[in-house]
């Protein structure tokens, strides 16, 4: 296994940063995305909800390497040609902002109603009462879940791979085919994630206690 | 001059019947008990008045303010219109200092510094002044509600809603709102309580509405004669069921 990651330092590398470049975009993409439909899915308006609903089940129920082959294979035929790392990052974004909305959605959901009437009855308007009530209380709760989901993305990124996204997975595939040696390789490849999903676990970790305790 | 008017004010959730043709006068300066059986649509008729829950039908005028028109901004009736909650509502993210001068700073723009003067102010009112920089919760049923009763008059409102204010108070608790709330109506404040404090209502109630079945069956300013001789059965009924026991 040390022969594979000092022979192919360099290709690991270059994996890893495209498989850190894709999650940190997506993350940030998935994270915003979903926040807006989780927002759409708590509407006083029945048709946003039903938009905000309609988005969520359609994609969750959907395999993370149909949508990201749908953003490589169809919107090149239509709109514009994407390269692999382009749609493989989209996909991924699209897919994870489901989730996300779920459970950002779940959060809000989980602050208790009397606390958005107490703002209200001041004059407060939804946005203000979301913004200085709401959402502080509700990111408390959501923070464990959300760790979950940023770890999944993380992971989920090799997807990459399949549409020739310059990922770790993908670098893993070209060495296993150079070398055969495919036990080490993938041994060495699961070194590198987690190389980067440690740190966010424990990130989450940190943020947990020093926002949930607060 | 009145303050808040019901005119002919239905309500329904769903096929539900909750309010059925409210006519009901608030004067300004007015203190208004509201008694009555649960589910007698009490609270709702107290949730209408600062647009918590929407009328169906009828007029309703508050504070100059047309509740039926879809146009009327309901953020300038609630910053005139404060509401005191049977379970508080106190922001659980805020400290009781910041309960009472976030919705004076964020809604009518007021200077901070003023703001908290005379937050401290109204804390010492209510007798919690040592109590300004904790989070509610860690204060007693009892504080929370004195605490949003200052939130509430921190607004300056021209009148304020008392839902229940003291049902989910431990006994020993609830004199002390009680007497905070006895302590504004003195005050001249426009108020319409909910309640099951009878005690209240006959000592600092300038006025009685009994409801049952989402209807108001009687509304007189005798208080003490309401008491003594309710004249439709249905208040002739709760009144003893709640004297006698």
Redesign the interface.
């Given at each position: 296994m040390f022969s594979i990651i000092t022979d192919h330092w360099a290709t690991l590398c270059a994996g890893l940063g495209y498989t850190l470049m894709a999650s940190l975009i997506a993350l940030v993409g998935s994270l915003v995305i979903g926040t807006a439909f989780a927002l759409m899915e708590i509407s006083h308006r029945k048709w946003v909800r039903l938009i905000g609903r309609a988005y969520v089940e359609l994609i969750r129920n959907i395999p993370l390497l149909v949508i990201t082959m749908a953003f490589f294979v169809i919107v090149p035929m239509f709109i514009v040609k994407v390269d692999g790392f382009t749609a493989g990052t989209i996909g991924l974004t699209i897919y994870t902002s489901a989730f996300i909305a779920e459970t950002v959605r779940a959060g809000i959901e989980s602050v208790a109603v009397g606390q958005m009437e107490g703002a209200r009855s001041v004059g407060m308007s939804y946005t203000q009462a979301m913004v200085h009530i709401v959402f502080p209380q509700a990111i408390k709760i959501v923070i464990p879940p959300l760790g979950n989901q940023f770890i999944n993305l993380v992971k989920n990124s090799s997807v990459l791979a399949f549409v020739a996204g310059f990922d770790l997975m993908y670098q893993a595939k070209i060495i296993a085919n150079l070398t055969f040696d495919t036990f080490d390789t993938y041994l060495a490849v699961g070194v590198f994630y987690l190389v980067l999903t440690m740190p966010l676990s424990y990130l989450m970790r940190y943020l947990e206690k020093k926002w949930v305790t607060a | 001059m009145s303050m808040i008017e019901f005119h002919g004010v239905e309500k329904y959730y769903g096929k539900f019947h909750a309010l059925k043709d409210i006519n009901l006068t608030i004067d300004r300066g007015e203190v208004v008990t509201v008694i009555g059986p649960s589910g007698s649509g009490k609270s709702t008729l107290l949730r209408t008045i600062?647009g918590?829950e929407h009328i169906t039908e009828g007029e309703l005028i508050v504070n100059d303010f047309d509740l039926a028109d879809k146009h009327t901004d309901?953020?300038?009736i609630?910053?005139n219109v404060?509401?005191v909650?049977q379970?508080?509502?106190?922001?659980?993210?805020?400290t009781v200092l910041e309960n009472i001068t976030?919705?004076p700073t964020?809604?009518?723009h007021r200077p901070k510094d003023e703001v908290q003067k005379e937050a401290m102010a109204l804390l010492d009112m209510v007798g919690l002044v040592d109590q300004a920089h904790k989070f509610p919760a860690a204060l007693s049923g009892g504080q929370k509600q004195r605490v949003?009763i200052a939130?509430?008059l921190a607004?300056k409102p021209r009148a304020i809603l008392f839902d229940e204010p003291t049902s989910a108070l431990d006994p020993e608790m609830i004199g002390d709102v009680l007497d905070v709330m006895q302590k504004i109506a003195k005050q001249g404040m426009t108020m319409v309580v909910v309640t099951h404090e009878m005690g209240f209502a006959q000592r600092v109630g300038d006025r009685i509405v009994f409801m049952a079945d989402g209807q108001i069956l009687e509304d007189s300013r005798d208080v003490k004669g309401f008491f003594e001789h309710p004249q439709e059965p249905r208040a002739q009924e709760f009144i003893s069921k709640i004297f006698n026991h």
């Open positions: - | 600062n918590l309901m953020n300038k609630r910053k404060g509401m909650f379970h508080f509502n106190l922001y659980a993210n805020k976030l919705g964020l809604v009518l949003a939130r509430s607004m």
